[in-house]
């Protein structure tokens, strides 16, 4: 029987000590694999596969356990949409899901790890579960950069918003019929998270679309952006130096 989830105790650092991990390997050997045809189709395939069996573990665990319920398993919290959304992208190659998955998943996995909402520590099921699923939601939209040579765009950014207030008033619909909290849009989660130094509800929300929208800005800022400024500034001063 594991022990209650403990944030940033050894287990929790460790699981985002492996995200690292893997993110660097990844960006270490993206030349190699973008010039392997079959070694990127064999890895977006593998990230697809582990993506869709991480669902299937949660949802077969919860049925085991008898603890399915419409108003706490389907999945209609964030990083469950983006996590299924990003199966669809890796096996689609689609470019439109990834401009919103780089901002929505990446930003929405990040602050999950971070601040678990989860309730088992190590070494129960659903603590390995919950980190490799989020995990894995990051790696997809990283291997979609940095193998697939893909770029977000502010035009990104703006579809990201859009998707997320759909998403929040499906989903915000769905919580007012079931009773349900998805997306912690009824109120803020039983366990510490960000959202408890944003105020109280309904006024959060508020706060979570601007503090979205600045995330993701300098998301697209600093990691694209500013990057492509100083490399044609380089090439310039290379030029000039001839």
Not at 53 to 79: F, H, M, R
Not at 80 to 90: A, E, P, R
Not at 133 to 161: C, D, F, Q
Not at 166 to 188: C, P, Q, R, S
Request: charged fraction near 10%; include cysteine; proline fraction near 6%.
């Amino acid at each position: 029987m594991s022990e209650p989830f403990v944030p940033f105790s050894a287990p929790h650092l460790l699981m985002l000590l492996t995200l690292i991990v893997f993110s660097f390997l990844l960006y270490i050997f993206r030349f190699r694999l973008r010039k392997s045809p079959k070694g990127k189709h064999l890895l977006r395939y593998a990230l697809a596969a582990l993506l869709a069996v991480s669902q299937a573990v949660l949802d077969a665990w919860n049925i085991a356990e008898g603890a399915w319920n419409p108003k706490y398993t389907l999945p209609l919290e964030l990083c469950s949409i983006t996590l299924l959304l990003s199966i669809v992208m890796l096996l689609t190659r689609s470019r439109l899901l990834y401009g919103i998955l780089f901002f929505a998943g990446i930003g929405g996995a990040l602050q999950a790890l971070l601040t678990p909402n989860l309730a088992f520590g190590y070494p129960h099921i659903r603590f390995f579960q919950f980190f490799i699923a989020h995990m894995l939601i990051v790696l997809a939209s990283l291997y979609m950069t940095w193998i697939e040579n893909y770029k977000p765009s502010w035009r990104s950014v703006g579809l990201t918003m859009v998707f997320l207030n759909v998403a929040a008033v499906i989903v915000g619909t769905a919580d007012y019929f079931l009773g349900a909290n998805y997306m912690f849009l009824m109120h803020k989660p039983s366990t510490p998270s960000l959202l408890d130094f944003i105020g109280p509800h309904p006024y959060y929300l508020l706060v979570e679309e601007g503090i979205a929208l600045l995330i993701f800005a300098l998301m697209q800022l600093i990691f694209f952006v500013l990057p492509a400024k100083w490399s044609r500034a380089g090439t310039s001063r290379g030029q000039s130096a001839m």
